[in-house]
């Protein structure tokens, strides 16, 4: 029995603490999660489609055979081995040259967002991120109590202009923006990907005024219409941290991510990282070492392609067949995510609880901004659920927002949720949503 | 290529990184890895010890069968079978009734003292904590900016009429001590054990001061000599944190531990963690709930118990039979450790090169101390080197100190090294040495 529920504790919090509130969002999505629920709130990978037999049987053999040394204690940094083949994963996606002693290994890629916090921001401090932006990057800012600026997009992502303005505005007020964090492709929630041109032109901006770039690409390899674009690390090196993860090319469950950091700041984020879990897991970096080095980990990235473009396809159709007027989205040319907006005074926040009672799910604009907006706004999620049942969800959400309408024909609106600055990192879901 | 190795990084960090460097020890405790080296110096379990085979194919069921659970994100609190088999893990301690609601799994145990770090913290806060104490806290309030004071210890644990005198000095100073750092049963570095008359008083004193107390207990299962005194935890309720981990028990290469909080808190360290890594890993979490579930776990804890009870009588004896006149140490009832303090004149961190020749490493007693002090001790480790192994260690080692001796008695001593404030962390080890 855990008895107390009143929190003697308030007034012994850290700063950093304070206003974090449970969400009645988060509530909400325990709920999400049950079978009759469509959700296209995830953000998970479909696991099914990986050969669990020979992946169950490559992990056995490592404890079996290697035990002693993979389920023991390892180096804070990550494992030699495995910071050798990230190298070569980086190469693929344009990256060459990089020297794995400048790769820290850390627990999925937001470790490696919140070393880089630790490592740089105070409190105060200014972070320039694309509005909208990841939601697990806000909760770390958060936690750092840094203060975020975002950044315009459109079709080609980030405006490069606006990135101008803001760091403007930014120098104006008298705070130090510390870096950049962009997700420049395939973003989430946006869906959208920065151009070539605009590539050079950020990094132009971000040079010019001193600005670190946080570049974050967990899904440049996911791509259905050609390559990515390079990343922005591999046009500069310079002031560039390029994080990344295997949780969407391999799985989530084993946590394994990295960044890979100029080299005068690697061990000040391997000494963070120590500092915070002491080392990453010898098991899951083994796990990964050997996939990369004995399955056919290139095959099975085509295959998630192959599985995600149908499912994109799925999900654009059914959005074109079903939604009413005036709703927008994205399409993305890889990823997981599509970002709709809905048609004029809906609020995709106040919406989610008749939504749930339709069973449906998705995650509300809200939760991608720091500063409350995005209610007009909704992340659908098209990588972990088959084609007809997108199609069941976007038919039961269409459902729900005619409703609104109506209502809202009737009734008149009360306009938009209006949403305090800092109340948004409050409305985040869930890991298991994000 | 990583070209740049000048840090051109210096003034954009945050305040937290500044004073960081690399120690020269980590870079001796490198060396210290090679086969020809006796390491006194880690803290690992004896993991050969295992019944790896059993191990691998449990693993690769997990993966092969569950795979799409087990391979996939989770949710940050921790899967509900685990939390409830960690209530029954803790039940066999002394601590009942407590609800799987209140506990939260991390990434060992040291993300449960980085998250509670972060959730009370606030620089220049003041940690209350054992001289000496484990290294990788020290880690974790550093880059809170929280100050230590260190409590003094006899053979009975953390004296209770120090921690009261600290706890008046504190406030006379004006700072806030948030609260007391304790690892009460088999100490790391010292291997003392609080009494339970003590036990009592230290909680009565932080209750009485309105102190939180941390309560790390990582070895309290690995008793020699009958049972560990019940936990505090078990104790108390109200204040305390109870923290501990499966790296003992099972295997820290899962890297999973766990801190039971008071209700009203849990919420918040959820929060922390999702910020710091989104989730724990489902399948480390998943190996741990299957092995407890099905696995002759307690038996195991027996072996471990067995095996590092002969190899702490091995040390016991090669130290009683070999080292230098002047040379004390404690005598763990449990655990891994033994704490030795040197013959007068001898500096346990200046002679660490000459110990590293001569092929044997330990870990300098500075490492564990927040102010510099602890040149006079070393920490000592039996649980990993089979016990022939161990009495060579401590005859290289013994070598070593004698001839350090004889120097001083011929060209005197200069005294010990002379260490200013916060110079101790740049001297911790690296996790493999943890």
Redesign the interface.
């Known amino acids: ?9 308030t007034d ?6 304070r206003g ?1 509130t ?1 969400s009645e969002i988060r509530a909400l999505f325990s709920v999400a999660n049950r079978p009759e629920v469509v959700s296209l709130a ?4 479909y ?2 489609a ?1 050969p ?2 020979a ?3 490559m ?7 290697q ?10 940094q990550g494992t030699a081995a495995l910071r050798e083949h990230i190298c070569d994963v980086m190469s693929m996606s344009g990256i060459d ?3 794995p ?2 790769v820290v290994v850390t ?2 890629g ?2 490696a967002l ?1 070393l880089i916090a ?5 409190p105060g ?1 200014v972070v320039l991120a694309e509005g909208p932006t990841y939601v ?1 990057a806000l ?2 800012f ?3 109590q840094a203060q975020v600026a975002h950044v315009a997009m459109d079709s080609d992502g980030l405006i490069p202009a606006a990135l101008a303005e803001t760091l403007d505005a930014v120098a104006r007020s008298g705070r130090r923006a ?1 870096f950049l964090y962009t997700i420049p492709t395939y973003q989430n929630p946006a869906g959208v990907t920065l151009t070539d041109a605009r590539r050079e032109e950020v990094l132009d901006i971000c040079a010019a005024h001193g600005l ?1 770039v946080v570049e974050d690409d967990p899904y440049g390899m996911l791509s259905f219409e050609g390559g990515a674009p390079r990343p922005l690390r591999a046009r500069r ?2 002031g560039v941290f390029y994080v990344s993860t295997f ?1 969407k090319t391999f ?5 394994v991510g990295w960044v890979l950091a ?4 690697r ?2 984020l391997v ?2 990282s ?11 970096q083994s796990a990964v070492t050997q996939y990369l080095a004995t399955m056919p980990w290139r095959e099975q990235i085509k295959v998630y392609r192959e599985t995600y473009r149908e499912r994109r396809e799925a999900l654009l159709s059914a959005l074109a067949d079903l939604m009413p007027e005036g709703t927008t989205w994205t399409r993305p040319e890889g990823g997981l995510f599509v970002w709709a907006t809905l048609p004029d005074g809906l609020d995709s926040k106040a919406m989610m609880p008749r939504a749930i009672a339709a069973r449906v799910a998705y995650v509300p604009g809200t939760g991608f901004y720091a500063d409350g907006s995005g209610t007009a706004h909704m992340r659908l999620n098209f990588s972990f659920s088959a084609p007809e049942r997108l199609r069941e969800g976007v038919r039961r959400l269409s459902g729900v927002m005619e409703q609104e309408l109506s209502m809202r024909a009737v009734f008149g609106s009360a306009g938009r949720t209006h949403h305090r600055r800092g109340a948004a990192a409050a409305d985040a879901p ?3 949503v ?1």
Do not use: N, W
């Open positions: 029995m855990s008895g107390t529920t009143q929190d003697d504790y012994r919090y850290a700063r950093r603490v974090m449970t995830g953000g998970s990978p696991i099914a990986l669990l037999d992946v169950g049987e992990l056995g053999r490592l404890a079996a055979e035990g002693t040394s993979t389920l023991q204690y390892g180096i804070g040259g990089a020297s002693d400048d627990v999925g937001q470790q919140d630790r490592v740089f921001l105070d401090d697990g909760g770390v958060q936690a750092a510390k670190l090196r310079d949780s799985a989530p469950g084993l946590r100029p080299h005068a700041v061990e000040k000494m963070a120590e500092a915070s879990i002491l080392c990453p897991s010898a098991f899951a869930g890991p298991d994000a």
